[in-house]
Structure formats: structure tokens, C-alpha cells
């Protein structure tokens, strides 16, 4: 279970006042996968880093049961020097889990081959995706964070990538950021949208697309 509680946040943006949450009072149930729906700019990948606990809010809290993971696929922690076995094992010391469990589990999903164990500096953008995912699924959440993570890679990978997630959300729940409406029904069982800073939660998936369009059409 997320709790948002008079959540609050607002940041500069070129001189102006940018309210992305405006005291939100919501629940994402244990086990849900919320889909979270507003347009670009509406500020959700910035709640999204707040349930992470990686942005604070500027007034308000969030509090949970169970365990959050960072955004997945987010690789913006990983050392340039270390390599990819060695980021995957850091992570896992972080998290206290068996860190030769996960560097096998990300070997063998992320497909790198010898790259895996050069330099994280030295990676495409596309390896940098592979590791960053095999290591946000190798480590077991109870929520799992999700912004736009299997739109990367090639074909292959995105079909792997959703498969396992698939896997993963039958014992876990999700927050997902998408703009993809098929990926949305696929994926989460209920949805929220945020709009001028007003968060509205729905157990009925279609109907907060409904309402997501609604939106969209108003600009």
C-alpha cells in the first residue's frame, strides 16, 4: 500500500510557479498496478521519483508498507568505472540479497556478453538499458516502479522485458507511467490522473482513459 498524504510539490520552472501536486489525498492499494496517466509536463515522473523517495516534496508524505523499487530501469547510479557485474553486485549488497544470485540473473537476462564485464562508461545507450532493467528485476519488490521502461531496446528485448515484468507483477504490484494506452490495459489493473496537480484514482482502468483523452483533447 502507497499513501499519499497532503502531498504538495511545486518547483521554478523559467521564472513561473510549477504546481505538480496540489495537497493529493490517495491510496494505491497492496498489490494494485496503477497506471498513472497525465500529458507531458503533468509532473509524473516527478511523483513517480517522490514514491521512490528520491525527490522530497515540498510539503506532505508518502508512506508504505512493503518495499518500493527505484524507477525501474533508471541506470543513472551506476559508477562509469565499475563494470557491469560490479554495479549489478553493488546494488545487490545495497539491498541486502545474495549478490551472486542477481549478477547471474542480469548476466544471463541482460545479454551483454564480454561487455558485462567492461566498464559501465563504455556502454550504448541500449546495454545501458539492458543492465539497468536486469537489475531492477533481479532484486524482488512488493511495488515496482515503471516509467517507460519497455519502450527501450530492440524487439527482442522489449518482448523479454514485458514477459518478465508480467511475471513479476503476479506477485508484486507496479506504478506505471505510459503513454501507451494498449500497454496500460495490458499491464495495470487500475489507473490515476494527474491533472494541475490534482491526482483522481480508478479502480476501473477504461474509465481513467476516458478521462486521460478527455484531457487530451481539452488542449
Known sequence: ????????????????????AD???????????????GRNGAGKSTLLRMIA???????GRITSTGTISWPVGFAGS??????????ARFVARIYDVDTDEVVAFVEAFAGLGDHFHQPFRSYSSGMRSRLAFGVSMAIP??????????AVGDGNFRHQSSVLFRERMKTAGAVVVSHSMGQVMELCNAAAVLEDGHLVYYEDVREAIRHHERNMKAL
Open 1 to 20: 500500500m502507497i499513501r499519499l498524504e497532503n502531498l504538495t510539490k511545486s518547483y521554478l520552472l523559467k521564472g513561473h510557479r510549477k504546481l505538480v
Open 23 to 37: 495537497n493529493i489525498n490517495c491510496v494505491f492499494p497492496t498489490g494494485a498496478s496503477v497506471a498513472l496517466l
Open 53 to 59: 523517495g528520491t525527490e522530497s516534496p515540498t510539503s
Open 78 to 87: 551506476f559508477h562509469g568505472d565499475l563494470t557491469g557485474a560490479q554495479n
Open 141 to 150: 519488490f512488493d511495488t515496482y516502479l515503471v516509467d517507460e521502461i519497455t
